[in-house]
């Protein structure tokens, strides 16, 4: 054996454990979850886990996970679709016309839409964003509670956290 090939195996070896390995995140929320699109509709009870670069969402129904949703700054995978880029999973989940980091901004309750309408209570804020033929959305973060409902696009996100 070749001291090339001596080399290589070692690193192929670590390079395969390292990408097997789970992602580490920083905080794990139980939520109750409503995520209802014209083409998905879940609801049941699950967990939220987050770090800095990434949300990744897990939906169980008799103990089993119904649905997985991943969301990066670059990409969204749902269990049952491909992981498509954030414009795709836009157009195709819920609507062409939404910003690339919308989903990103509902999961870690921030403002959409750069803070479109944004209105400032005690414990959280709302926001409408209209549009005529695009959008009629109204959404709500109350006490990191959320409600994202959009009216033209039969869209539905809700989460609320449990035991927190």
């Not at 949703?69 to 989940?93: Q, W």
């Not at 309408?117 to 959320?146: C, M, P, W």
Request: hydrophobic share 40%; glycine share 4%.
């Amino acid at each position: 054996m070749t001291y090339r090939k001596k080399l290589l195996y070692p690193i192929l070896l670590v390079l395969m454990l390292v990408s097997c390995t789970s992602k580490e995140y920083d905080k794990q929320e139980s939520v109750f979850i409503v995520f209802k699109t014209p083409t998905f509709k879940y609801a049941d009870l699950g967990f939220m886990y987050l770090n800095s670069d990434e949300i990744k969402i897990e939906v169980y129904g008799s103990g089993q996970a119904l649905m997985t949703l991943e969301v990066t700054k670059s990409h969204v995978c749902l269990s049952l679709l491909e992981c498509m880029n954030n414009d795709s999973f836009n157009a195709h989940v819920l609507s062409q016309w939404y910003p690339r980091e919308i989903l990103k901004n509902i999961f870690r309750a921030r403002p959409i839409f750069k803070g479109r309408g944004l209105v400032k209570n005690r414990n959280g804020f709302t926001q409408k964003i209209e549009d005529d033929s695009k959008y009629n959305i109204h959404y709500a973060v109350f006490n990191k509670d959320i409600i994202f409902h959009d009216k033209i696009n039969k869209i539905v996100i809700k989460m609320k956290r449990v035991g927190s």
